[in-house]
């Protein structure tokens, strides 16, 4: 519990931080969030598809399903963002690299990944985030373990995406991209609540 605490309060201090963004900066700021917020979302699939058959929580496996369901669809509208308003631009980096994340040699559609661990990058979008979680170790875990460890590292994980909204919504002038970072930020914060509740009664 003392972990988490201290996790929200550096999450206020940047969410502090980001309100120092200037508009200037929001046509190359508009792709570089969709190059960052695209991955950090399909990371976000991979652990939830490890949930839907490693949890044992009904709780955690339909929190899962949200996920899931949710971030494909914010995955399909930003690809589509791309395609239309950076049709020139080079091709984004692999999924790996691009978000400094690796998750151990798994193929989920067209996200292929290698490796164990993933690393929220210290200038994700400028953004002074940082952090390193075990994907091995959430790999091999199983029933109430796998439960325990999947919700500690999807807190702070989503609490990135609310990071990366927020700031979205200090920079960009976009309707579509502001539309969807309120979006974010009400449904991550929201399955934050459920996922400490979920730990605060569970474990």
């Known amino acids: 519990m003392k972990s988490i605490k201290s996790f929200w309060t550096l ?7 980001g309100l120092a963004s200037s508009r200037a900066h929001a046509a190359p700021f508009d792709q570089a969030f969709i190059d960052a917020m695209t991955p950090h979302h399909q990371s976000a ?3 939830a598809e490890m949930a ?12 899962a399903r949200g996920i899931i369901r949710d971030q494909k669809k914010e995955i399909a509208q930003m690809q589509a963002w791309r395609k239309a ?11 790996g690299s691009m978000a400094g994340m690796n998750h151990g040699a798994m193929n989920h559609g067209d ?8 690393t929220m990058p210290g200038e994700m979008m400028g953004l002074p985030m940082k952090g390193e979680m075990d994907m091995g170790k959430l790999r091999r875990a199983k029933g109430r373990d796998f439960d ?4 500690q590292m999807m807190i702070p994980h989503h609490a990135g995406a609310v ?15 502001r539309k969807m970072s309120h979006a974010v930020i009400a449904s991550q914060a929201r399955e934050i609540g459920l996922m400490q509740g979920i730990l605060d009664r569970r474990f």
């Open 11 to 17: 999450l206020a201090l940047v969410l502090t931080l």
């Open 45 to 47: 699939l991979v652990m």
């Open 52 to 63: 839907l058959t490693q949890a044992k929580l009904p709780e955690v496996k339909r929190l």
């Open 85 to 95: 308003w950076y049709p020139k631009a080079a091709a984004p980096m692999n999924h």
């Open 111 to 118: 996200r292929e990944m290698s490796g164990d661990k993933m």
């Open 148 to 151: 325990r460890l999947f919700l």
């Open 163 to 177: 990071v990366m909204a927020q700031e979205a919504l200090n920079v960009t002038a976009r309707p579509q991209i």
